[in-house]
């Protein structure tokens, strides 16, 4: 290896190493791949629903009610429940992250090892060699015709040459030559983790399901308070004011129906639901390789409507292959090229193009050039000369003789001899080199170009397209989703790698073209889908003017130029190939870099969003329903017709645990906007009905002189009717394990009625005939009106949404 300036030719010693790790000066940087347990516990645990659950529990036990407590050992549960699938997801994510962590090569004290790229220490000695990414910023010190990919830093595939004295940064890849360089920046200093860094300043994905449930609790939490008030006041009344109700003692059983009216309004289990979904898909993820960086990121690419792509490394694979030879027309084709063009495939120092010929070019002469000048980026072309003589294999004469050029037809005939077919090849997005002749010899120290060059043959060589990206781009077209390609590289080259996956792109638009007016931008997306020389500043522009177009936006990439636009988007997707910075900043990280992935990712956020959006109508009806006979029972001043106990079970029958399997049951229908609109036009309707249906109950049950045991006992049988048909109403079309769980729900009401040691602790009794019939009459009107109610409902959300009627919720 030839090197100038080598600083610490062995590396650091390991006394060295240790003070550096002492001193904090490691290449370590925190990158979570998943919520911290702490972040966990906080989101599951300390809520505002979970304190006021947690005082009404502790009232109750103080009042020595402990049976009608139920609710909080629930709540317990649905805690435990949330904050375990949640760690669950976290250990599965955590583990993928910790298979998929990179290595680095680096000498200390004479000694070539791999560490782990955290354990990079400032002054390590990097060993940088084909295929390797650089773990650090880095100052070269000696080079062996080192060249590096940065197209993850400028979006560009050209290769650049590094000596002695450049700079390399994190996330560059080597792809020729090799070398050594000095680190000189690690950790939170390096320019990857300083984006990172950056990047994750925005914390939490946009998520429709999440802020539609935290509008709904901060509407309860802002009417909890009064209504609380109110019916706490009521039912003293009920028990001849405030002075007789604390002589009599009265006051607790006051205290016990608020808490039953209060805890019935906090939907709780909704947001348990939503966690658990989140959680579940993210672990189904996770073995299909695909790292999901937070859990609302699973909805997240269901919503996109517009997906932008980077092409390096998301349509293509990354790399190139040799796709034919087209000799030159009317030019003179001396002996041999072909052997030639062997040998500049099987040379051990070719670049990554030149390195394509080998499969190609196998009959290379076995005798070594007498003199050379390997390819550098600044003259894109490499050169070599074979002497006349025999070949020392065969003992033919050598048909190779004389000098050849292998590089770009602008750089290798500067009067452009060649500029209409290497255009034309070009236009085709094709890479294009060519094979010059001279029987000058090479002057290795001036390194320019032999005289009297003739061109031999245009040689082209494409990009490796992913095989699944053809078919994952015909699927989101089927699902209406648009589809934009922007890339660093030339724009011709881009649309024709666009036209071979199946995108209609005639021409490429030239970024360096694009307007700086936002609303000229935001026109000139709308006309064209392919875009080539994107900066990243560009592409974050690009993706901005989408969003405010009013599109949800998906970006994928892999390269640190991509992190910008990535790190903007409403859905960040980056592969794991790419740049750390990229992929600190995405939402989701494809570990086995497949494109097709993508798909699977839609399908389970779909069936998130639809089923959460299905349950969410049981738990918002019970939310409206509550709060009605809240302020009915206020104004009214009745007695509460239930006990918290009642209501326990009532619940969990008919809305909590029928609403943990639809939660997770598969569900294909398309994403539409308006979750939180469609759910409230179902659950306000309906909610109101239940509230007057159990008003009416205890009023007439009231003036019919019927106890309060036997009032209680028919409000809650009255529920249980009109909860099982609102459970039954939302799970069709019936089928396969609905039955199941909607018979199993049934099952399990039947015994709560009939099984006395049940019956007995929620204090029911055998109903009369006049409860009997108030209850039957006041269920079918009720059912009548929730029958009709729901199919305005479908009526609404089909004309909102424009869509087939087999999406409906």
Same mark, same amino acid.
């Given at each position: 290896?030839?090197?100038?300036?080598?600083?610490?030719?062995?590396?650091?010693?390991?006394?060295?190493?240790?003070?550096?790790?002492?001193?904090?000066?490691?290449?370590?940087?925190?990158?979570?791949?998943?919520?911290?347990?702490?972040?966990?516990?906080?989101?599951?645990?300390?809520?505002?629903?979970?304190?006021?659950?947690?005082?009404?529990?502790?009232?109750?036990?103080?009042?020595?009610?402990?049976?009608?407590?139920?609710?909080?050992?629930?709540?317990?549960?649905?805690?435990?429940?949330?904050?375990?699938?949640?760690?669950?997801?976290?250990?599965?994510?955590?583990?993928?992250?910790?298979?998929?962590?990179?290595?680095?090569?680096?000498?200390?004290?004479?000694?070539?090892?791999?560490?782990?790229?955290?354990?990079?220490?400032?002054?390590?000695?990097?060993?940088?060699?084909?295929?390797?990414?650089?773990?650090?910023?880095?100052?070269?010190?000696?080079?062996?015709?080192?060249?590096?990919?940065?197209?993850?830093?400028?979006?560009?595939?050209?290769?650049?040459?590094?000596?002695?004295?450049?700079?390399?940064?994190?996330?560059?890849?080597?792809?020729?030559?090799?070398?050594?360089?000095?680190?000189?920046?690690?950790?939170?200093?390096?320019?990857?983790?300083?984006?990172?860094?950056?990047?994750?300043?925005?914390?939490?994905?946009?998520?429709?399901?999440?802020?539609?449930?935290?509008?709904?609790?901060?509407?309860?939490?802002?009417?909890?308070?009064?209504?609380?008030?109110?019916?706490?006041?009521?039912?003293?009344?009920?028990?001849?004011?405030?002075?007789?109700?604390?002589?009599?003692?009265?006051?607790?059983?006051?205290?016990?129906?608020?808490?039953?009216?209060?805890?019935?309004?906090?939907?709780?289990?909704?947001?348990?639901?939503?966690?658990?979904?989140?959680?579940?898909?993210?672990?189904?993820?996770?073995?299909?390789?695909?790292?999901?960086?937070?859990?609302?990121?699973?909805?997240?690419?269901?919503?996109?409507?517009?997906?932008?792509?980077?092409?390096?490394?998301?349509?293509?694979?990354?790399?190139?292959?040799?796709?034919?030879?087209?000799?030159?027309?009317?030019?003179?084709?001396?002996?041999?090229?072909?052997?030639?063009?062997?040998?500049?495939?099987?040379?051990?120092?070719?670049?990554?193009?030149?390195?394509?010929?080998?499969?190609?070019?196998?009959?290379?002469?076995?005798?070594?050039?007498?003199?050379?000048?390997?390819?550098?980026?600044?003259?894109?072309?490499?050169?070599?000369?074979?002497?006349?003589?025999?070949?020392?294999?065969?003992?033919?004469?050598?048909?190779?003789?004389?000098?050849?050029?292998?590089?770009?037809?602008?750089?290798? /005939?500067?009067?452009?001899? !060649?500029?209409? &077919?290497?255009? %034309? @090849?070009?236009?085709?997005?094709? $890479?294009? =080199? #060519?094979?010059?002749?001279?029987?000058?010899?090479?002057?290795?120290?001036?390194?320019?170009?032999?005289?009297?060059?003739?061109?031999?043959?245009?040689?082209?060589?494409?990009?490796?397209?992913?095989?699944?990206?053809?078919?994952?781009?015909?699927?989101?077209?089927?699902?209406?989703?648009?589809?934009?390609?922007?890339?660093?590289?030339?724009?011709?080259?881009?649309?024709?790698?666009?036209?071979?996956?199946?995108?209609?792109?005639?021409?490429? /638009?030239?970024?360096?073209? !694009?307007?700086? &007016?936002?609303? %000229? @931008?935001?026109?000139?997306?709308? $006309?064209? =889908? #392919?875009?080539?020389?994107?900066?990243?500043?560009?592409?974050?522009?690009?993706?901005?003017?989408?969003?405010?177009?009013?599109?949800?936006?998906?970006?994928?990439?892999?390269?640190?130029?991509?992190?910008?636009?990535?790190?903007?988007?409403?859905?960040?997707?980056?592969?794991?190939?790419?740049?750390?910075?990229?992929?600190?900043?995405?939402?989701?990280?494809?570990?086995?870099?497949?494109?097709?992935?993508?798909?699977?990712?839609?399908?389970?956020?779909?069936?998130?969003?639809?089923?959460?959006?299905?349950?969410?109508?049981?738990?918002?009806?019970?939310?409206?329903?509550?709060?009605?006979?809240?302020?009915?029972?206020?104004?009214?001043?009745?007695?509460?017709?239930?006990?918290?106990?009642?209501?326990?079970?009532?619940?969990?029958?008919?809305?909590?645990?029928?609403?943990?399997?639809?939660?997770?049951?598969?569900?294909?229908?398309?994403?539409?906007?308006?979750?939180?609109?469609?759910?409230?036009?179902?659950?306000?309707?309906?909610?109101?009905?239940?509230?007057?249906?159990?008003?009416?109950?205890?009023?007439?049950?009231?003036?019919?002189?019927?106890?309060?045991?036997?009032?209680?006992?028919?409000?809650?049988?009255?529920?249980?009717?009109?909860?099982?048909?609102?459970?039954?109403?939302?799970?069709?079309?019936?089928?396969?394990?609905?039955?199941?769980?909607?018979?199993?729900?049934?099952?399990?009401?039947?015994?709560?009625?009939?099984?006395?040691?049940?019956?007995?602790?929620?204090?029911?009794?055998?109903?009369?005939?006049?409860?009997?019939?108030?209850?039957?009459?006041?269920?079918?009107?009720?059912?009548?009106?929730?029958?009709?109610?729901?199919?305005?409902?479908?009526?609404?959300?089909?004309?909102?949404?424009?869509?087939?009627?087999?999406?409906?919720?």
């Amino acid at each position: 290896m030839s090197a100038t300036d080598v600083e610490t030719p062995v590396g650091l010693t390991e006394a060295e190493v240790a003070q550096r790790v002492a001193d904090g000066r490691t290449n370590a940087f925190s990158q979570q791949s998943s919520r911290s347990a702490a972040s966990i516990i906080r989101a599951n645990v300390l809520t505002l629903f979970n304190g006021i659950i947690a005082a009404c529990f502790l009232v109750l036990l103080l009042l020595g009610r402990w049976q009608d407590a139920l609710f909080g050992f629930s709540a317990i549960a649905n805690t435990i429940i949330g904050s375990v699938q949640e760690f669950r997801a976290k250990a599965a994510l955590d583990k993928l992250a910790l298979l998929h962590a990179p290595r680095a090569r680096v000498r200390r004290a004479g000694d070539a090892q791999e560490i782990a790229v955290a354990d990079v220490v400032l002054d390590d000695l990097l060993v940088l060699r084909a295929g390797d990414q650089v773990p650090a910023d880095a100052r070269v010190v000696a080079s062996a015709h080192l060249q590096l990919d940065e197209s993850m830093l400028t979006g560009e595939s050209d290769a650049v040459d590094k000596v002695p004295g450049d700079e390399v940064l994190s996330g560059s890849i080597v792809i020729a030559g090799e070398g050594e360089a000095v680190v000189v920046r690690v950790g939170a200093d390096s320019f990857a983790n300083k984006l990172a860094a950056e990047a994750k300043k925005f914390s939490l994905v946009a998520s429709e399901l999440r802020s539609s449930i935290d509008k709904v609790l901060r509407v309860v939490s802002w009417i909890v308070g009064p209504i609380a008030l109110l019916v706490f006041n009521a039912q003293i009344m009920v028990f001849g004011g405030w002075e007789q109700a604390f002589e009599s003692g009265d006051w607790r059983q006051a205290a016990v129906n608020t808490i039953a009216a209060l805890v019935a309004m906090i939907p709780l289990g909704l947001v348990l639901m939503t966690s658990i979904a989140f959680a579940v898909g993210a672990v189904k993820l996770a073995g299909q390789q695909v790292l999901v960086q937070e859990l609302a990121a699973v909805e997240g690419l269901a919503r996109v409507d517009l997906i932008c792509l980077d092409k390096t490394g998301t349509l293509t694979e990354g790399t190139i292959a040799f796709d034919a030879e087209h000799p030159v027309d009317g030019g003179v084709t001396p002996d041999g090229w072909r052997r030639a063009l062997a040998w500049a495939g099987g040379d051990p120092e070719a670049n990554a193009t030149a390195r394509c010929l080998a499969e190609a070019y196998r009959d290379a002469p076995s005798h070594e050039p007498i003199a050379r000048i390997p390819f550098s980026s600044a003259r894109k072309w490499s050169a070599f000369e074979f002497a006349a003589g025999s070949d020392a294999a065969t003992d033919a004469p050598t048909d190779a003789a004389g000098s050849w050029v292998l590089g770009g037809p602008e750089m290798v /005939f500067p009067d452009n001899r !060649l500029a209409g &077919d290497a255009r %034309e @090849l070009a236009a085709s997005g094709l $890479r294009t =080199l #060519v094979l010059a002749h001279s029987t000058s010899p090479l002057d290795e120290e001036a390194e320019a170009l032999p005289a009297g060059l003739t061109p031999v043959a245009l040689l082209t060589f494409r990009e490796r397209i992913r095989t699944d990206a053809a078919e994952t781009l015909a699927y989101f077209a089927e699902q209406g989703v648009a589809v934009r390609i922007i890339s660093g590289d030339n724009p011709d080259t881009v649309a024709a790698i666009a036209r071979s996956v199946g995108l209609d792109a005639a021409v490429g /638009f030239d970024a360096r073209q !694009l307007p700086e &007016d936002p609303a %000229e @931008l935001s026109e000139l997306l709308q $006309r064209h =889908l #392919v875009f080539g020389r994107v900066t990243p500043q560009q592409k974050k522009a690009i993706v901005v003017a989408l969003k405010e177009a009013g599109h949800t936006v998906a970006m994928t990439g892999d390269g640190v130029n991509d992190a910008l636009a990535i790190k903007e988007a409403d859905m960040g997707i980056a592969m794991e190939s790419g740049a750390a910075a990229t992929k600190a900043v995405a939402r989701i990280v494809l570990l086995d870099g497949r494109f097709s992935h993508l798909p699977r990712v839609v399908a389970e956020g779909r069936q998130v969003i639809a089923n959460i959006e299905r349950v969410s109508m049981l738990f918002l009806t019970k939310t409206v329903y509550a709060t009605g006979l809240a302020v009915l029972f206020g104004l009214f001043v009745l007695q509460f017709p239930f006990l918290p106990r009642q209501l326990s079970v009532i619940d969990g029958l008919t809305i909590g645990i029928p609403a943990f399997f639809l939660a997770l049951m598969p569900n294909a229908r398309r994403y539409v906007p308006g979750f939180l609109r469609r759910s409230l036009s179902f659950a306000i309707p309906t909610g109101v009905v239940v509230a007057v249906a159990l008003f009416v109950y205890s009023w007439l049950a009231t003036q019919a002189g019927i106890g309060q045991d036997e009032l209680r006992t028919g409000s809650t049988l009255l529920l249980t009717i009109i909860g099982l048909w609102i459970l039954t109403v939302l799970s069709r079309p019936i089928d396969g394990w609905k039955i199941l769980i909607i018979g199993s729900m049934m099952l399990g009401l039947i015994l709560v009625y009939s099984v006395p040691l049940v019956t007995e602790f929620l204090v029911f009794v055998d109903p009369s005939i006049v409860t009997a019939a108030l209850v039957l009459v006041v269920s079918v009107v009720s059912i009548a009106l929730i029958e009709v109610i729901r199919f305005v409902h479908l009526r609404y959300v089909r004309r909102t949404a424009r869509f087939d009627p087999s999406t409906a919720p």
